[in-house]
T-cell receptor
Framework: GENVEQHPSTLSVQEGDSAVIKCTYSDSASNYFPWYKQELGKRPQLIIDIRSNVGEKKDQRIAVTLNKTAKHFSLHITETQPEDSAVYFCAASTGGGNKLTFGTGTQLKVEL | GAVVSQHPSRVICKSGTSVKIECRSLDFQATTMFWYRQFPKQSLMLMATSNEGSKATYEQGVEKDKFLINHASLTLSTLTVTSAHPEDSSFYIC????????????FGPGTRLLVL
């Protein structure tokens, strides 16, 4: 089955700096890669996703890149703000409403 | 966006009792729902896929007789933790993909289970 690895496990940045979180996956059939933000005790919230026919997608301060050949994808957050502090999870799926396999999570802390 | 609700939000029960958790898609129909378990400071681990009108598909290592799943309608899936033990204490979250988008999954708010 699919295996998703995520790095780093913790990331601390200064407000205004950029943050990058990287994930790798094992199943070449995976074609859908969402990123979720989870605050303590809350549900995961989708912040951005990318499909395998696209190499990069951007939404304001958030961007995701995908390298299908290398089987890795990354989340980029620019101009970080304290409210960006949370746990971020990457995930992979073969699409079509199929199950998601999650990475291990990254605790992002944005310091003032 | 699509809304998924869960009930109860938290439950405390005695060891040996059973607990039922409901997951509802409020403004869309979901033929498939997913149940995850999340221990503190860990990732979401898929337990099973709930299929409307048919048996659930369980992930390897998840006891189907302990975690009973029923998907009786297009908007409701239930997870029953039978004969709960302290090690079953966890955060249980369901999700449902929105029809038409094919992939986008929306999560319920989660249920915090504490077994004493």
């Amino acid at each position: 089955g699919e295996n998703v690895e995520q790095h780093p496990s913790t990331l601390s940045v200064q407000e205004g700096d950029s943050a990058v979180i990287k994930c790798t996956y094992s199943d070449s059939a995976s074609n859908y890669f969402p990123w979720y933000k989870q605050e303590l005790g809350k549900r995961p919230q989708l912040i951005i996703d990318i499909r395998s026919n696209v190499g990069e997608k951007k939404d304001q301060r958030i961007a995701v890149t995908l390298n299908k050949t290398a089987k890795h994808f990354s989340l980029h957050i620019t101009e970080t703000q304290p409210e960006d502090s949370a746990v971020y999870f990457c995930a992979a799926s073969t699409g079509g409403g199929n199950k998601l396999t999650f990475g291990t999570g990254t605790q992002l802390k944005v310091e003032l | 966006g699509a809304v998924v609700s869960q009930h109860p939000s938290r439950v405390i029960c005695k060891s040996g009792t059973s607990v039922k958790i409901e997951c509802r898609s409020l403004d869309f129909q979901a033929t498939t729902m997913f149940w995850y378990r999340q221990f503190p400071k860990q990732s979401l681990m898929l337990m099973a896929t709930s299929n409307e009108g048919s048996k659930a598909t369980y992930e390897q290592g998840v006891e189907k007789d302990k975690f009973l799943i029923n998907h009786a309608s297009l908007t409701l899936s239930t997870l029953t933790v039978t004969s709960a033990h302290p090690e079953d204490s966890s955060f249980y979250i369901c999700s449902a993909p929105l029809s038409g988008t094919l992939e986008t999954q929306y999560f319920g708010p989660g249920t915090r289970l504490l077994v004493l």
